[in-house]
């Protein structure tokens, strides 16, 4: 490895996930010279996700991606489904304005995608090498100067190590950035793609070729525990998967295939499912700790990008646009520390600055308890939501029963073994953890 | 037609595998005496843990590299490894 490579790069990027490739883009284009090194046969080959990727932050790297990187389907409609076992009870909203330039967000597969993505990169000339795990970083005088591979001879040096090694980063547990993680800061997500014919897809969900749709549902699908499930509609096929927090997978000894099973046989899946064919099974964790878990993200010679620096918003299902925007902040920061050939913690402050003075941190800050709070009170998922079920079907239901007196059943069902003053306390609770 | 077992969905998927294992049981007398719910062979979405009336057999050809069990262990008993590069699980799709 050593013998065809360049004794020294500016970068060493690690991991070719949008983080990593995002970073590696953008230090390329601005002429440092970098190695991006990748573990999987090819970028993406180890990376999952449920398939939504927000335009905004990658167009502030590539303008007008849509025009050439494999998207899926354009989203124009977003929906919430609060689903019990026999019911559900549904909102959303569905707008064209999605549906042109310049979009709001896609579904991606993301094989696909970040093979393109990582040859972005390579083409402003960022060196890719595949099939290769780093196994640590070479820490000399307290400062990160490069990596150790599985590779013969794979010692690396450079100025600087992006850690965008992904959840698991043990790269920033080798330096001590961060504590192992938690069961319950980490989400165990599981899905299946499901092909299906295009016009089938259409008529289902009610869409045109080029345009998608998106359910996120909360209550029977989770078994009520903390957690969402997910249908995606890409061009010919169907992403549909569901997460618990691992603490609530352990704690309710699920399986969590059987999980996904349940959510497809279940009847208001099911219908959308049907005459499906499955393609590929995958699992994956998802970094859900919040704010409270996001780890040291500078040190000497070393930065942390994307999933490896916790940046997931559970709650808005952001993840990979915050891969994205952190990668290009910190590959900004290395930039202006090359200019001062300054590659302390210091000098590469002004990636932290960015990170926490963007929408990123504060995002992460604002709801930095609800996860907390909603895997403490498992009231609302197991209590509220089919409660709400079951009020939904009593104002539509009509049995001559009259409008005065169904109103006041549904409060007395909804308060009924709480108690009102037990019920306010609860959507305080929830208002607070979500402000 | 969708898969209905484990089995299935496992068989949908490619793997290049090592020889040798980047999952290790530390301690497999952990698991006889300490862990009577053998909670790994549950969570674990690749079904890679399985008891088999004395010792925990990891088959871990069919690993999703996912990092449960690192994590999930409540005895912090398994040696977690990233497969030798190029090796291990191959996403084609998502």
């Known amino acids: 490895m050593k013998s065809a490579m360049p004794e020294k790069f500016d970068v060493i990027v690690v991991g070719a996930g949008p983080a990593g490739t995002a970073c590696a883009y953008t230090c390329a284009k601005n002429g440092l010279k970098v190695l991006q090194i990748e573990r999987g046969e090819y970028p993406g080959s180890k990376n999952v996700m449920g398939g939504v990727l927000y335009r905004k932050q990658l167009e502030e790297i590539i303008p007008e991606f849509w025009k050439e990187a494999p998207l899926e389907r354009p989203i124009v409609e977003q929906n919430f489904w609060l689903m019990d076992k026999n019911s559900v009870v549904k909102f959303g909203y569905k707008g064209l304005e999605w549906g042109e330039e310049p979009y709001n967000n896609f579904t991606v597969l993301r094989a696909k995608f970040d093979q393109w993505f990582a040859q972005k990169a390579v083409e402003q000339g960022s060196l890719l090498i595949n099939e290769t795990v780093v196994k640590e970083c070479i820490v000399e005088n307290g400062k990160v100067v490069g990596v150790r591979t599985d590779r013969p001879d794979g010692d690396v040096y450079a100025d600087v190590v992006v850690l965008a090694d992904g959840v698991n980063s043990l790269l920033a547990k080798q330096l001590g950035f961060r504590k192992e993680l938690r069961p319950d800061e980490v989400a165990l997500a599981v899905m299946e793609v499901i092909n299906l014919p295009k016009e089938k897809i259409n008529d289902r969900f009610n869409v045109n070729d080029n345009q998608g749709c998106t359910i996120e549902i909360f209550g029977d699908s989770t078994k009520g525990n903390l957690g969402t499930a997910f249908i995606y509609t890409n061009k010919d096929s169907i992403n549909i998967g569901v997460g618990t927090t691992l603490s609530s997978m352990i704690k309710s000894k699920m399986k969590p295939y059987d999980l996904l099973d349940q959510l497809k046989n279940h009847p208001m899946v099911s219908p959308l499912l049907e005459g499906g064919e499955s393609a590929e099974y995958l699992a994956h964790l998802i970094p859900e700790g919040g704010y409270n878990s996001v780890p040291k993200v500078v040190g000497n010679g070393v930065v942390v990008v994307g999933d490896a620096a916790q940046l997931v918003n559970a709650i808005h299902r952001e993840g990979s646009n915050m891969a994205m925007a952190s990668g290009r902040m910190a590959a900004e920061a290395i930039i202006k520390a090359k200019e001062r050939n300054d590659f302390s913690e210091a000098g590469l402050s002004s990636y932290r600055d960015a990170l926490y003075e963007s929408f990123i941190i504060k995002d992460l800050q604002k709801y930095k308890d609800a996860a907390h709070t909603f895997e403490e009170n498992p009231q609302y998922f197991q209590y509220y939501l089919p409660m709400l079920n079951k009020a939904m079907s009593e104002f539509f239901t009509v049995d001559g029963v009259p409008k005065k007196d169904k109103q006041k059943e549904m409060m007395k069902m909804l308060t009924g073994e709480k108690g009102k003053l037990n019920v306010i306390k609860d959507i305080y609770r929830a208002w607070k953890a979500v402000k | ?94």
């Open chain 2, 1 to 94: 037609m969708s898969t209905k077992t484990i089995e299935e969905k496992q068989y949908l998927l490619r793997f290049k595998c090592d020889t040798k294992s980047h999952l290790t049981i530390l301690d497999h007398e952990v698991c006889l005496t300490k862990c009577p719910d053998k909670l790994c062979t549950l969570f674990c979405p690749g079904e890679v843990y399985k008891w088999e009336g004395t010792r925990m057999q990891v088959g871990f050809e069919g690993c999703h590299e996912c990092g449960s069990c690192r994590i999930g262990c409540p005895h912090q008993n398994i040696k977690w490894e990233y497969p030798k590069g190029g090796h291990g699980v191959i996403f084609r799709l998502a």
